[in-house]
């Protein structure tokens, strides 16, 4: 099998024959069978089978998302690592720790560029992964569960996200944590409990750090490695990627595929490039923040959470917090786990928002969500007063059961509404309202990162950042 | 083989490897019911002696004058003199999501630079979104010496006269 003719020196035979120790297989195949032979035989290659069908090559099925949070996953753990080796998780040190890794470290403040941002970019990448799967039908039959588990995924992004945040101590890591988990205080009756223990104490403090420290470095990026190797076995599992059609149009019914090798690893490659030459760009330009050290007595003016939150902080604004921190999210969550098991439209799977009729119904929920959203805001915080005018009742009466009840019969007026004049099924309202749901999510989100001043008060984003940076 | 195998389904041999199947599956659940114990046990928090959380001595009754509020940043609060002479010792952390409140001795209230809460000396809610009342710390007047017991949080929904302490 080796070709003997050309290792007539032993030192080539000797080497050669480690080589073959370690590769069974020439380094560049030289026919489909061997390409198909290398992905099988290598163990990174192999969660990839070995060939793909041709159409789910296209750039405009996944965007490459999912392979970009894998590549953000493994910048994360590199710089991660290097970060541990200054990073001392005490109120004493921490800090130090961080100024001097900034100042005294070759490329420390690149590290930690790269740490921060890749962690911000990660979340931004995960949520997208998880709206292109949802708007191509990837989560129907027999792709529930790895939605489900894309959907953990994307929780315990956040929870790296989050435990990172604190790890700085500095003042905004003090107070967006201190606001973060003063969400979990208003779960009724084991809120506090929670909360207590989350935090080691009844505030933050140095168990918090430690607590925090110990999630971030071992058990949430274990979780996660663990569960993106099941996600990605799930896919292979499920039958591979979903393949796109164009809506009306019924699919082939013979698949044309290709190899993995040169095809999708060349993809992925171009992919991994581009991201990794974007963040590094990026993390030069621009560095992660760092305030003064953490101070428990002074609190900044306004004090928000981190910015994923910042949707879930505008909403706290306007409801009783029950509503705002625990039944809205709730309820949007228990609605994303249970939508493969009630949503079983098969004929759309791989189609962009399901049909021409989905894509106008959808391009509509946006618009009307990108309207009516600030608009609501603005209603609220100059009109709206529903404790002033409902003094008799107890504020999560009228500030929260009330508004809420109203919110959700403004949904179901919409949906009875969009599905009347489109003639539409109850797959494609849904759709429609998911996208109304998620413009007001991300409304909320941009007026509570640019348009919330100091006491949390409306304004312009300039106005915001001047008072900001004179404070 | 078809025989012998009806034969353990219905002799007696089957309930004592039922009787052990049923052992075995309980002790795994009993394990792991241990095991989950022991790990909520272990991340329980852990306060030190002598930290926040500890008794604090604020001074002797009269250093403090009537309609005056004097903050204590070790412990965390705030002692709030009424008019008639009594104690209340009002913990800092905004009811709210937990900043810390600082006393505004122009405005004559506390006002919470995070959101907009705003309290007056008896730690009442003057505006929201702070949904109950400043929560308090007890207050022990031994020998004309205030001390306050900063590991023992007290929540209200509002100011009661109960809660104030004379000396
Ligand atoms: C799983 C995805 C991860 C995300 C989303 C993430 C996110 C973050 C964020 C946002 C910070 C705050 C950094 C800053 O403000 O500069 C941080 C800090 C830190 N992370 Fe991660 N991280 C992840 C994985 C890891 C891993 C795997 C390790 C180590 C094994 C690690 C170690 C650290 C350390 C030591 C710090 C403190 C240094 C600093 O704050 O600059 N991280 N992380
Ligand atoms: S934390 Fe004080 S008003 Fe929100």
Same mark, same amino acid.
């Given at each position: 099998?080796?070709?003997?003719?050309?290792?007539?020196?032993?030192?080539?035979?000797?080497?050669?024959?480690?080589?073959?120790?370690?590769?069974?297989?020439?380094?560049?195949?030289?026919?489909?069978?061997?390409?198909?032979?290398?992905?099988?035989?290598?163990?990174?290659?192999?969660?990839?089978?070995?060939?793909?069908?041709?159409?789910?090559?296209?750039? *405009?099925?996944?965007?490459?998302?999912?392979?970009?949070?894998?590549?953000?996953?493994?910048?994360?753990?590199?710089?991660?690592?290097?970060?541990?080796?200054?990073?001392?998780? *005490?109120?004493?040190?921490?800090?130090?720790?961080?100024?001097?890794?900034?100042?005294?470290?070759?490329?420390?403040?690149?590290?930690?560029?790269?740490?921060?941002?890749?962690?911000?970019?990660?979340?931004?990448?995960?949520? =997208?992964?998880?709206?292109?799967?949802?708007?191509?039908?990837?989560?129907?039959?027999?792709?529930?569960?790895?939605?489900?588990?894309?959907?953990?995924?994307?929780?315990?992004?956040?929870?790296?996200?989050?435990?990172?945040?604190?790890?700085?101590?500095?003042?905004?890591?003090?107070?967006?944590?201190?606001?973060?988990?003063?969400?979990?205080?208003?779960?009724?009756?084991?809120?506090?409990?929670?909360?207590?223990?989350?935090?080691?104490?009844?505030?933050?403090?140095?168990?918090?750090?430690?607590?925090?420290?110990? =999630?971030?470095?071992?058990?949430?990026?274990?979780?996660?490695?663990?569960?993106?190797?099941?996600?990605?076995?799930?896919?292979?599992?499920?039958?591979?990627?979903?393949?796109?059609?164009?809506?009306?149009?019924?699919?082939?019914?013979?698949?044309?595929?290709?190899?993995?090798?040169?095809?999708?690893?060349?993809?992925?490659?171009?992919?991994?490039?581009?991201?990794?030459?974007?963040?590094?760009?990026?993390?030069?330009?621009?560095?992660?923040?760092?305030?003064? =050290?953490?101070?428990?007595?002074?609190?900044?003016?306004?004090?928000?959470?981190?910015?994923?939150?910042?949707?879930?902080?505008?909403?706290?604004?306007?409801?009783?917090?029950?509503?705002?921190?625990?039944?809205?999210?709730?309820?949007? =969550?228990?609605?994303?786990?249970?939508?493969?098991?009630?949503?079983?439209?098969?004929?759309?799977?791989?189609?962009?928002?399901? *049909?021409?009729?989905?894509?106008?119904?959808?391009?509509?929920?946006?618009?009307?969500?990108?309207?009516?959203?600030?608009?609501?805001?603005?209603?609220?915080?100059?009109?709206?007063?529903?404790?002033?005018?409902?003094?008799?009742?107890?504020?999560?009466?009228?500030?929260?059961?009330?508004?809420?009840?109203?919110?959700?019969?403004?949904?179901?007026?919409?949906?009875?509404?969009?599905?009347?004049?489109?003639?539409?099924?109850?797959?494609?309202?849904?759709?429609?309202?998911?996208?109304?749901?998620?413009?007001?999510?991300?409304?909320?989100?941009?007026?509570?990162?640019?348009?919330?001043?100091?006491?949390?008060?409306?304004?312009?984003?300039?106005?915001?950042?001047?008072?900001?940076?004179?404070? | 083989?078809?025989?012998?195998?009806?034969?353990?389904?219905?002799?007696?041999?089957?309930?004592?490897?039922?009787?052990?199947?049923?052992?075995?599956?309980?002790?795994?659940?009993?394990?792991?019911?241990?095991?989950?114990?022991?790990?909520?046990?272990?991340?329980?928090?852990?306060?030190?002696?002598?930290?926040?959380?500890?008794?604090?001595?604020?001074?002797?009754?009269?250093?403090?004058?009537?309609?005056?509020?004097?903050?204590?940043?070790?412990?965390?609060?705030?002692?709030?003199?009424?008019?008639?002479?009594?104690?209340?010792?009002?913990?800092?952390?905004?009811?709210?999501?937990?900043?810390?409140?600082?006393?505004?001795?122009?405005?004559?209230?506390?006002?919470?630079?995070?959101?907009?809460?705003?309290?007056?000396?008896?730690?009442?809610?003057?505006?929201?979104?702070?949904?109950?009342?400043?929560?308090?710390?007890?207050?022990?007047?031994?020998?004309?010496?205030?001390?306050?017991?900063?590991?023992?949080?007290?929540?209200?929904?509002?100011?009661?006269?109960?809660?104030?302490?004379?000396?």
């Amino acid at each position: 099998m080796a070709d003997s003719n050309t290792a007539s020196q032993p030192s080539t035979r000797f080497v050669s024959r480690v080589w073959r120790s370690i590769f069974r297989r020439p380094l560049v195949p030289r026919s489909d069978r061997e390409r198909k032979l290398m992905v099988l035989d290598s163990l990174i290659l192999h969660i990839h089978p070995s060939t793909v069908p041709e159409k789910t090559l296209q750039l *405009s099925l996944t965007w490459g998302l999912g392979g970009m949070a894998a590549i953000l996953m493994t910048i994360l753990l590199v710089t991660g690592v290097m970060l541990m080796f200054a990073y001392t998780p *005490s109120p004493a040190q921490a800090y130090n720790d961080i100024l001097n890794l900034q100042t005294n470290v070759w490329f420390g403040q690149l590290v930690r560029n790269l740490h921060h941002w890749s962690g911000n970019a990660m979340l931004v990448v995960a949520f =997208l992964h998880m709206l292109r799967v949802f708007f191509t039908g990837g989560f129907r039959e027999p792709r529930q569960f790895n939605w489900i588990v894309g959907i953990t995924l994307l929780l315990l992004t956040v929870g790296a996200n989050f435990t990172g945040y604190l790890l700085p101590w500095d003042q905004l890591a003090y107070w967006a944590v201190t606001v973060g988990t003063g969400l979990v205080e208003y779960i009724p009756l084991v809120g506090k409990w929670i909360q207590t223990v989350i935090l080691g104490g009844p505030e933050v403090g140095a168990a918090t750090l430690l607590n925090f420290y110990g =999630l971030h470095i071992a058990l949430i990026p274990i979780a996660m490695l663990s569960l993106m190797s099941y996600h990605f076995w799930r896919i292979r599992k499920d039958g591979g990627v979903v393949i796109p059609r164009v809506p009306d149009e019924p699919g082939e019914q013979k698949v044309s595929r290709v190899t993995t090798i040169p095809h999708l690893v060349l993809r992925e490659l171009v992919v991994a490039l581009v991201l990794i030459a974007a963040i590094l760009l990026f993390s030069m330009a621009v560095n992660a923040p760092l305030e003064e =050290l953490a101070n428990p007595d002074v609190s900044p003016n306004p004090a928000k959470a981190p910015w994923y939150f910042l949707g879930i902080q505008e909403l706290l604004l306007h409801f009783h917090p029950l509503v705002a921190a625990l039944v809205i999210p709730t309820l949007t =969550l228990g609605a994303l786990i249970l939508l493969p098991y009630f949503d079983a439209d098969l004929d759309s799977v791989g189609v962009w928002f399901r *049909s021409y009729k989905g894509r106008r119904m959808a391009l509509e929920a946006a618009m009307i969500g990108l309207v009516g959203t600030p608009l609501l805001v603005l209603a609220d915080e100059f009109v709206i007063d529903f404790v002033g005018w409902l003094p008799s009742l107890p504020t999560l009466v009228s500030n929260g059961l009330v508004p809420l009840a109203m919110v959700l019969l403004l949904l179901i007026g919409f949906y009875d509404w969009m599905k009347k004049r489109f003639a539409a099924t109850n797959c494609e309202t849904v759709q429609a309202t998911f996208v109304l749901l998620l413009t007001a999510f991300i409304v909320l989100t941009i007026v509570g990162i640019w348009f919330r001043g100091p006491g949390m008060a409306l304004m312009w984003p300039w106005d915001v950042s001047s008072a900001v940076v004179g404070h | 083989m078809a025989d012998e195998q009806k034969q353990t389904k219905l002799g007696s041999n089957p309930t004592r490897r039922d009787f052990l199947k049923l052992i075995w599956t309980g002790l795994g659940v009993l394990a792991l019911a241990e095991a989950g114990g022991m790990a909520v046990a272990f991340s329980l928090p852990r306060i030190a002696e002598g930290e926040f959380g500890g008794v604090v001595t604020a001074g002797p009754v009269d250093d403090f004058p009537r309609n005056s509020v004097t903050p204590f940043n070790q412990g965390r609060f705030y002692l709030s003199r009424l008019e008639d002479g009594g104690f209340l010792a009002l913990y800092r952390k905004c009811t709210h999501l937990g900043c810390a409140v600082p006393w505004e001795p122009t405005e004559g209230r506390f006002m919470c630079p995070c959101h907009a809460s705003a309290f007056d000396a008896k730690g009442n809610v003057l505006n929201p979104p702070a949904p109950r009342a400043m929560d308090l710390f007890p207050v022990l007047i031994e020998d004309g010496i205030v001390k306050v017991d900063t590991g023992t949080v007290i929540q209200r929904d509002k100011f009661d006269p109960s809660q104030v302490v004379y000396p």
